[in-house]
């Protein structure tokens, strides 16, 4: 927007009405100054304050800016008349200020559009290290140019300086759903990525921001995190591990952290957990005799029952490792003999080998069971597929 800042205008016109010496006083008098600047008055245009933020893994992104509106204050319908005519496309002259016929659009209303990141990131593939901007933007029918300043206190663009640009990138508009309020929103939320949105009126302006090392910065918590409470107990230890197992990241220190949880003169503590764990970390580090040993003690261990062996059996299917998933499923049988769940394992390891009979016994006595109305009609559908010659 163009509006000039309604502060400024109130001081205007209090320097206009007083006489000589009243302008005098008030300008040598920091008190009187002050007076003028505290007072608080409704945004200028009714354009509100909005802020939104982001996590996008375990950074912080915001959007702090004033919200104008497609309706102007006197009620005029401004759609149709806003990009290139309300909001210049390039640069334009605001009237006021010092960036002359070099003013890029605040991209809201007001005060400074403020883009604040906890954590270095990339938008639209380009570095910006982290801190608060402010955000401007160069409009066009094509291809708007996006603009992150180092200033991001100054009231709008009109104290605008190229020199201060900390980056600059560009991004395609597109037809959006109508919006009455600018408003910015997030997309595509992922944990290493997400898409700002920038939408008002018929227009929206997306724009990628991503995070490269988003596993770097968990893990990194986590280190910390385990100097504190986290770290006086097992749990600590092997979540932490864990985390860097199904990741796939830092596999190294997930080891060294696995094997902390299950040292009992570090507060570690021996159970089915803590070994199962151990031993993937084991294999994923290449150490495949000492992992083998540690998944038979995990396997025997007191804490094994017999659903922590059943889903330990489904997680060896869902890697293809169908031989080992039925050893499993088999070992489960042999310890806890007739409990529940173990029927149901042995029908998807046979169904897993292509045993289609033996598969329909065993979820038959499974069915006989189920401990609720949800798993009974689960092992129907597994028997009625079975039954039809289907895969499960």
């Known amino acids: 927007m163009v509006r000039k800042p309604h502060r400024f205008k109130a001081l205007r016109a209090v320097l206009r009405s007083a006489a000589p010496a009243a302008v005098l006083a008030l300008l040598v008098s920091g008190a009187a100054a002050a007076q003028v600047a505290s007072i608080t008055v409704p945004p200028s245009g009714g354009n509100q304050r909005a802020t939104v933020t982001q996590g996008i893994g375990l950074v912080r992104v915001t959007i702090d800016y004033s919200s104008p509106h497609v309706h102007s204050p006197t009620g005029e319908d401004r759609r149709g008349k806003i990009w290139g005519k309300l909001v ?201 005799a000492e992992s083998k040993k540690t998944r038979i003690r995990a396997l025997h261990d007191p804490s094994a029952g017999p659903i922590d062996l059943h889903q330990y059996g489904r997680q060896l299917l869902a890697q293809k490792k169908t031989a080992e998933a039925m050893e499993v499923f088999q070992l489960n049988a042999k310890l806890h003999p007739d409990t529940w769940p173990v029927h149901v394992g042995l029908a998807r390891g046979y169904a897993a080998l292509g045993q289609r009979k033996e598969a329909i016994e065993q979820a038959k006595l499974a069915l006989k069971q189920a401990p609720d109305e949800g798993n009974r009609r689960s092992l129907q559908n597994i028997i009625e597929q079975l039954e039809a010659g289907k895969d499960i």
């Not at 009126?201 to 995190?225: G, H, Q, S």
């Not at 830092?250 to 570090?266: F, N, P």
């Open 88 to 288: 210049p496309y390039g640069m334009a002259n605001l009237g006021f200020g010092t960036c002359g016929d070099q003013c890029p659009w605040r991209g809201g209303a007001n005060e400074n559009t403020v883009f604040t990141t906890t954590n270095d990131i990339k938008v639209q593939g380009q570095v910006l290290p982290a801190g608060s901007y402010g955000l401007h933007f160069l409009a066009d029918r094509e291809e708007w140019t996006i603009i992150f300043s180092k200033d991001s206190t100054a009231w709008g663009s009109f104290f605008y300086d190229a020199k201060e640009d900390a980056l600059r990138i560009k991004a395609k508009p597109a037809k959006g759903d109508y919006h009455e309020d600018l408003t910015y929103w997030f997309r595509d939320r992922k944990l290493d990525h997400a898409t700002a949105v920038l939408s008002w009126e018929d227009l929206e302006l997306p724009f990628d921001i991503t995070v490269d090392n988003a596993k770097d910065l968990y893990v990194e918590n986590m280190r910390r995190e385990l100097r504190s409470s986290a770290g006086f107990t097992w749990v600590g230890w092997n979540t932490a591990a864990n985390y860097c197992l199904l990741a796939k990241t830092h596999l190294d220190e997930g080891l060294k952290w696995a094997e902390r949880a299950v040292d009992a003169t570090q507060n570690g503590q021996v159970n089915f957990a803590t070994l199962s764990t151990l031993a993937d970390l084991q294999e994923a580090n290449n150490l495949a």
